[in-house]
């Protein structure tokens, strides 16, 4: 089993940044593909970027591209999603998630793909 336990989330306003973490247990996700997820009260779980094991190749939603980046310490059995000029709009949960993958240098970028989810944290932004 897998736990994962995000961190890093809080109010901040219009145009800062916020640094999420990410902190699995219980086994090494160093092979696992990751991804982060965000959720808004009445609608669906949406992704927001996803990283392969090796973190050599990433995706972004298009709304978060050129603002968030996504990165991974395997050392640290940690992944990260540095987010900056956060618009009111970025608020909601975020979620991590994690998959053994597949194929080693699979990304995945639906919900249902992945098998270990942590229990959130909150970002809001003001404006």
């Known amino acids: 089993q897998v736990q994962l336990v995000e961190s890093g989330g809080g109010l901040v306003q219009a145009g800062g940044s916020l640094r999420l973490s990410c902190a699995a247990s219980?086994?090494?996700?160093?092979?696992?593909?990751m991804g982060w997820f965000r959720q808004v009260p009445g609608k669906e779980r949406q992704i927001v970027a996803a990283i392969t094991w090796s973190g050599t190749n990433t995706y972004y939603a298009d709304s978060g591209k050129g603002r968030f980046t996504i990165s991974r310490d395997n050392a640290k059995n940690t992944v990260y999603l540095q987010m900056n000029s956060l618009k009111p709009e970025d608020t909601a949960v975020y979620y991590c998630?994690?998959?053994?993958?597949?194929?080693?240098?699979?990304?995945?970028?639906?919900?249902?793909?992945?098998?270990?989810w942590g229990q959130g944290t909150q970002v809001t932004v003001s404006s």
């Open positions: 998630a994690a998959v053994n993958p597949f194929l080693a240098g699979n990304l995945y970028v639906r919900e249902a793909e992945y098998d270990y």
């Open positions: 219980g086994r090494t996700v160093s092979s696992y593909a």
